[in-house]
């Protein structure tokens, strides 16, 4: 089945300790992308990867890293988590934008991680 | 810059009534348009989406109409069930960088 998945589902945690949220998709794709979804702001972009070692900021990268070591899987690490970064978030996955066209293919989500931080 | 409005929610409406969440969006060039949908304690799946002006998307009795004129793409349904309730995002897509702009959401709740 084609999926993309995330672990934990649900964290709890206290500031400053580092941790790590896991995404991994089964299709084959080269975008990968990851949000946060607030109440009333939607989902925002946190870092987004095009390929393999190919990784880029989104609109609200700051307390976050991500690598892109294999074409599966895309990391979230929080270094020093904050109660601010309380939040739900999505990991996303489709196939690349071709280069100058403006497309964008359909975008596959995870279930989500529900991270608190206090 | 690039931006979408929904209009606020929560929308409550009786089972097999008429649904309509308005969307417009504010953009340069000619962008994707998507509705995705978030049932209760899951992620985001795609609805439905339109590439270009006049695009109509439809899917499990849902449709939108990409209007370049009003800059706009209103989500329909002409009889709601208590199965479709969930959050609606209407996003845009279009950007090299592969990214959608959401808005913020609308609740729709149908009661029996």
């Known amino acids: 089945e084609a999926q993309v998945t995330q672990n934990p589902r649900y964290l709890i945690t206290v500031t400053g300790k580092k941790l790590t949220v896991t995404c991994s998709q089964n299709?084959?794709?080269?975008?990968m992308s990851w949000y946060r979804q607030d109440p009333g702001l939607g989902l925002r972009q946190i870092y987004y990867?095009?390929?393999?070692?190919?990784?880029d900021k989104g609109d609200v990268p700051e307390g976050y890293k991500v690598s892109r070591k294999e074409k599966r899987n895309f990391p979230l690490i929080l270094e020093s988590p904050s109660p601010n970064q309380t939040s739900l978030y999505f990991c996303?996955?489709?196939?690349?934008?071709?280069?100058?066209?403006?497309?964008?293919?359909?975008?596959?989500f995870g279930p989500g991680t529900r991270l608190t931080v206090t | 810059g690039n931006s979408v409005t929904q209009m606020e929610g929560p929308v409550t409406l009786s089972e097999e009534a008429f649904l309509t969440i308005n969307c417009t969006y504010t953009?340069?060039?000619?962008?994707?348009l998507f509705w995705y949908v978030q049932y209760p304690g899951e992620g985001l799946q795609l609805l439905l989406k339109?590439?270009?002006?006049?695009d109509k998307g439809s899917n499990k009795g849902f449709e939108a109409t990409y209007r370049k004129e009003t800059t706009s793409f209103h989500l329909e349904k002409g009889s709601v069930q208590v199965s479709d309730s969930a959050v609606y995002f209407c996003a845009l897509g279009g950007s090299n960088t592969g990214k959608l702009i959401f808005g913020q959401g609308t609740t729709l709740q149908v009661k029996p």
């Open positions: 990867s095009m390929n393999v070692e190919v990784t």
């Open positions: 339109a590439t270009k002006a006049d």
């Open positions: 299709m084959n794709h080269e975008y």
């Open positions: 996303a996955s489709s196939f690349s934008t071709p280069l100058g066209t403006g497309a964008t293919y359909e975008q596959y």
């Open positions: 953009a340069t060039g000619y962008p994707s």
